[in-house]
């Protein structure tokens, strides 16, 4: 059965188009708690990529540094606005290829070495994109005083208006 597994893909991809919007919205350079919000994007994006499937049995990749991932951590590889979204495209195709080879038991499992299930791991990310998707169009709204445009899947429609609510 993979009834839970396609209701997880749908949510998964809006999720990511909502990331897309963020980073066509956001001003990369504006500093959050530090550092560029373009690092708390690769930090989403990167997240996403490691902690959906396994974090415990993952590859890097390949233009990635030790401790790029964290924001916090200071970094000489400066990412384009379409390195990330190249970046996102790639963790997204990867992550709805993913979803395509579970059935709805195998949620409970738990990859290799990993102390978390599937299910977990899908939750965790979830909660992650929201938080770091919030933060980044909350500066984003008091920047420019606009709301960028939200999505679920049953309105997607929406973007049809352009990138911010009307």
């Known amino acids: 059965m993979r009834k839970h597994c396609e209701m997880i893909k749908k949510y998964a991809d809006v999720n990511f188009i909502n990331l897309e919007v963020t980073i066509k919205t956001y001003d990369r350079n504006a500093l959050v708690c530090g550092a560029p919000a373009w690092r708390y994007v690769y930090h989403t994006i990167h997240s996403a990529d490691k902690w959906f499937f396994n974090p415990f049995v993952y590859d890097e990749p390949e233009f990635h540094t030790a401790g790029m991932d964290n924001p916090d951590n200071p970094c000489d590889i400066i990412l384009s606005d379409q390195q990330l979204m190249d970046y996102l ?3 997204r195709d990867k992550t ?6 579970l059935t709805d038991e195998m949620l409970y499992e738990y990859p ?5 299930s599937r299910l977990e ?3 965790r990310q979830f909660r992650h994109l929201f938080m770091h998707i919030g933060m980044l169009n909350g500066q984003t709204i008091e920047r420019t005083g606009k709301f960028p445009v939200y999505l679920s899947p049953d309105n997607l429609y929406r973007l049809e ?5 009307e």
């Open 89 to 91: 495209h790639k963790v």
């Open 96 to 101: 709805l290829a993913y979803m395509d080879t």
């Open 112 to 116: 290799q070495e990993c102390p978390y």
């Open 121 to 123: 791991l899908v939750l």
């Open 161 to 165: 208006n352009g990138l911010y609510e």
